[in-house]
T-cell receptor, first 110, second 110 residues
């Protein structure tokens, strides 16, 4: 089993739709969680950190479920510009080793 | 505070030559990661370094590839005797808690 797993997609959604991605992690001792976004041929960029209480940034909501060992990203009112690959990142151990999921590709269509 | 700096941005090498990719982490960051991304594929972890130490090199090919992060100066990813299959984008990230990526080096082997 991979340490961090994501559905690779692609998720094809119309503009204005709400879409959710999940990411599961295998190590229950994981400490920190993040979502990154990568546009085609560009470097990944931090989208948001994921806190235990859940957090929201505009149209984006991230949640952590420690019991089931997954994090989620919800995007409301999808825009064409949201089309990208979304990467789940987990800090697996105290040595600050970050582990990336394989990414979920989102395509928002007019 | 400059971000993660990678150079060169583009590198062309003939088969059999050596490629040296440099990564200067963000100020205050002592952790560096190297990733490789082939066209149309996800990020693949290569190596994780702290100053003067290789922490995890489980993603590095056994031959021709090496990485270092000296006490002074940038981290270097070195590929000896390059082959066409080494053509890819190589991203470096540095972290304290969240990871920040450089813009990558696109290596083309001709």
């Amino acid at each position: 089993r991979k340490e961090v797993e994501q559905d690779p997609g692609p998720f094809n959604v119309p503009e204005g739709a709400t879409v959710a991605f999940n990411c599961t992690y295998s190590n229950s001792a994981s400490q920190s969680f993040f979502w990154y976004r990568q546009d085609c041929r560009k470097e990944p960029k931090l989208l948001m950190s994921v806190y235990s209480s859940g957090n929201e940034d505009g149209r984006f909501t991230a949640q952590l479920n420690r019991a089931s060992q997954y994090i989620s990203l919800l995007i409301r009112d999808s825009k064409l510009s949201d089309s990208a690959t979304y990467l789940c990142v987990v800090n697996i151990n105290a040595g600050n080793m970050l582990t990336f999921g394989g990414g979920t590709r989102l395509m928002v269509k007019p | 505070n400059a971000g993660v700096m990678q150079n060169p941005r583009h590198l062309v090498r003939r088969r059999g030559q050596e490629a040296r990719l440099r990564c200067s982490p963000m100020k205050g960051h002592s952790h560096v990661y190297w990733y490789r991304q082939l066209p149309e594929e996800g990020l693949k972890f290569m190596v994780y370094l702290q100053k003067e130490n290789i922490i995890d090199e489980s993603g590095m090919p056994k031959e021709r590839f090496s990485a270092e992060f000296p006490k002074e100066g940038p981290s270097i990813l070195r590929i000896q005797q390059v082959v066409r299959g080494d053509s890819a984008a190589y991203f470096c990230a540095s972290s304290a808690t969240e990871a920040f990526f450089g813009q990558g080096t696109r290596l083309t082997v001709v």
